[in-house]
């Protein structure tokens, strides 16, 4: 796998766009890995979206779990 390359400065009005792009190769390859196995592409593309969900829920419930923990360290919850 080639090296993902690393983001634009925060704030720049690419910035999303561009990680889609360091991404494509990388989700591409599993997903042929996939299809090569025997799995259809409608099956692998509906496989694919699960643990993406699952990774940004996880990522905004530790977002929040650590706001709540600075707030109760600080006496302001």
Same mark, same amino acid.
């Given at each position: 796998m080639d090296r993902i390359p690393s983001p634009?400065? +925060?704030?720049?009005? +690419?910035?999303?766009?561009?990680?889609?792009?360091a991404m494509d190769d990388v989700v591409a390859a599993v997903a042929l890995a996939g299809v090569d196995a025997g799995w259809t592409p409608e099956e692998v593309a509906a496989a694919l979206v699960e643990p993406a969900d699952n990774l940004?829920?996880?990522?905004?419930?530790?977002? +929040?779990?650590d706001r709540d923990l600075a707030g109760l360290r600080s006496g302001r919850a």
């Open positions: 634009p400065a +925060d704030g720049h009005p +690419d910035r999303f766009l561009r990680c889609q792009e940004m829920l996880s990522e905004l419930a530790n977002r +929040d779990l």
